[in-house]
């Protein structure tokens, strides 16, 4: 587990170094905003696809309340209200 952790923050690393690199310079802004929405919205469609969409499933694996997880599926536009 802890490898797959260290895999994870690796990948990260090598990419933000590679958005930093592509500045050319420029100052990054909303660096926080821009990982955190990547991140989340690729775990949330990770976990749905490994649960079939069972939401119950999916916001006990997460460690949140299903009523959040639907929220959060919401605003990235990966279920319809």
């Known amino acids: ?26 100052d990054p802004n909303n660096v926080w905003q821009m990982v955190m ?5 690729s775990l949330l469609e990770n976990i749905m696809e490994k649960t079939n969409g069972n939401q119950s499933k999916a ?15 919401l605003s990235y536009n990966l279920i319809q209200n």
């Open 59 to 73: 916001s006990q694996i997460l460690g949140i309340n299903r009523s959040t997880l639907r929220k959060k599926l």
């Open 1 to 26: 587990m802890t490898e797959s952790f260290n895999s994870i923050q690796k990948s990260l690393n090598q990419n933000l170094d590679r958005y930093f690199a592509a500045l050319e310079g420029n």
């Open 37 to 41: 929405s990547c991140v989340e919205k």
